[in-house]
């Protein structure tokens, strides 16, 4: 890992980061033809990545929703009743963030409020390349049902022999997905954007997958909702003299053991500890099944910061933005309001980050890359649409109207004034209508008085 020393009064610098930022260009340009031709030549450009990329013949892209069934018998009933218990929470969490229609109204009679609408269909996307993903199956696809999403969709590849993982199978049947589709990359993101004769498309995208999956999110944005375009996964543990160096290494390989270009920050005041934590790293990768992987994120996009103080380390976290953030610090819980920026926080010893990757019950799609500065976790928010609602009696529009055509004149939108005018001279005048009513001097209905013209400066 990469050691990074602040002196006294200096900060962490977000350029210090091993960060790619925005998708490379030729991946961007890969995605975009790729989307480019789903769009065009639908489930026969599907057919085909599907064969270049997977090394599968699909047929009927369309997964019987009998083998859900049959998943659930094939798979040991120990990890069905860990589904089960991980649901349940997941449930629960995201029950807590429905959005209720609201309504209220002025003295004048005058209704304002909130019309709160699930999307049409919503459209999930579950990574099945190193490894299979069954709780983000879970996370993705509950929120959504939870949110009243009617149609919910799977798309995720098939597998080299071909079919689908029955983990991830009995994961669909559990959180209640209605149709999965064997396929995966930027032609399922362009599938579900804009549909083709086999898959309808879908009001919204979520979940996360590879570079060329979020950059295809990237090119649909805009046609199809998305929930953010997400990177390599990342983990910052912020940890003090009370911390477990075993422990601290356990939880950063943890995230190491993703991806290679997985993200794991160790951010302590103690340098002596850092050092103890990478010491851990060679006994535990020994007995790793995935040891390979792990050890180049580490390698590579391993960061330890070593700050000053602790309030220089809390700054750095900040700077940091994680996706995933452990307090392994003393009075942990106290540390929690001076942090500004992080997807999902884990407070204390106790709370190992793979919880949340399977059964706390907060989502485990969150923003990375630093994007938890300004983007929020997974929600029951991301299935939904708000509409205002607007409703007006005469008496509101009277008190209303002269100030909206105070506003439209400083614009000098003429026909935005006229728009309310014409209401305020129905009112005053017991109009109906202005059918055969001599309208006068019409300039006058929309701008009824002369706006000063704004003073020079002196």
């Known amino acids: 890992m990469k050691t990074i020393t602040l002196n006294p009064g200096e900060r962490l610098a977000a350029g210090q980061l091993p960060r790619q930022g925005v998708l490379p260009a030729a991946i961007m340009q890969s995605a975009q033809a790729i989307v480019d031709d789903v769009r065009e030549r639908g489930d026969a450009a599907l057919r085909e990545y599907c064969k270049k990329f997977d090394g599968v013949d699909v047929d009927d892209f369309r997964v019987d929703p009998k083998l859900m069934d049959e998943a659930i ?3 040991d009933p120990a990890f069905i009743e860990a589904l089960k218990k991980a649901a349940a929470q997941i449930r629960e969490f995201h029950e807590r963030e429905v959005e209720q229609s609201w309504f209220t109204s002025r003295a004048d009679g005058t209704i304002l409020g909130v019309k709160v609408t699930p999307v049409s269909a919503a459209g999930v996307y579950v990574p099945g ?3 299979q ?4 199956v879970l996370m993705d696809c509950i929120p959504a049902k939870v949110a009243g999403v009617k149609r919910v969709v799977m798309v995720t590849p098939p597998q080299k022999e071909g079919g689908i993982s029955p983990y991830t199978l009995a994961a669909a049947k559990v959180a209640g997905v209605d149709e999965i589709y064997a396929v995966g990359g930027a032609q399922a993101i362009a599938a579900l954007a804009y549909g083709t004769d086999s898959i309808p498309k879908t009001a919204k995208i979520v979940g996360p997958g590879n570079a060329f999956v979020a950059a295809a999110k990237k090119i649909v944005s805009g046609d199809a909702g998305i929930d953010m375009v997400a990177g390599p996964s990342e983990v910052c543990v912020l940890a003090d003299a009370t911390a477990d160096a075993t422990v601290v290494a356990a939880d950063l390989m943890a995230q190491a053991e993703h ?3 997985a993200t794991c920050y160790l951010v302590t005041c103690d340098a002596a500890f850092a050092e103890k934590v990478q010491g851990r790293f060679a006994e535990l990768l020994a007995a790793s099944p995935r040891a390979e992987i792990t050890s180049a994120s580490l ?5 330890v910061v070593v700050a000053a103080d602790l309030e220089a380390a809390i700054d750095a976290v900040n700077v940091i933005a994680p996706e995933h953030l452990e307090l392994h610090c003393d009075n942990a819980m106290g540390l929690l309001g001076k942090i500004e920026n992080a997807g999902a ?4 010893p106790w709370s190992s980050e793979p919880l949340g990757d399977y059964v706390a019950g907060p989502n485990h799609t969150l ?3 630093g994007t938890a500065a300004f983007s ?3 929600s029951v928010q991301d299935f939904i649409t708000r509409s205002s609602v607007i409703c007006y009696t005469p008496e509101g529009l009277m008190n209303d109207a002269p100030a909206t055509q105070t506003m439209a004149q400083a614009e000098g939108l003429w026909a935005h004034a006229l728009s309310a005018g014409l209401r305020r001279k129905m009112v005053e005048e017991g109009l109906e209508g202005f059918d055969g009513v001599d309208l006068g001097d019409i300039n006058r209905i929309a701008w009824p008085v002369d706006l000063a013209a704004p003073k020079k400066a002196e």
């Open 367 to 369: 923003p990375t890359g």
């Open 73 to 75: 018998q094939a798979v």
């Open 376 to 378: 929020n976790p997974l």
């Open 299 to 303: 390698a590579d996009q391993g960061v």
């Open 133 to 136: 993903y069954p709780s983000t």
């Open 259 to 261: 991806d290679p270009l």
């Open 345 to 348: 926080i884990f407070v204390g």
């Open 129 to 131: 390349g190193r490894a």
